[in-house]
C-alpha cells in the first residue's frame, strides 16, 4: 500500500512508539504495532490497536499519572 502522507513510499508492517498528551499527562506506549512507512516513517494504525491506544491513554489519565510508560499489549 502506498503511503497516504508522501505518496511515495509503501507500508510495511512493523512496531512504533506512541507518546500522547493529555492535559498535564503523558502517555508513552511502546512497541505498538502498526504500518510504518519506509520512506517518510509515519505510522499507520488500525483501528482496533488505534481504539486500544486510546483505552490505555484514558485510563492513565483516570488514575492521575503524569507521566506514563507501557509497553503495549495486544
Known sequence: MTCPI???GEIAPGHT???IQ????TI???GV???ICDNCE???LSEDVALKVYAVADLAV???AEVEILRFAA
Open 6 to 8: 508522501c505518496k511515495h
Open 17 to 19: 512508539t506512541i507518546a
Open 22 to 25: 493529555r492535559g498535564e499527562s
Open 28 to 30: 508513552i506506549l511502546k
Open 33 to 35: 504495532p502498526a504500518g
Open 42 to 44: 509515519e505510522y499507520h
Open 62 to 64: 483516570r488514575s492521575g
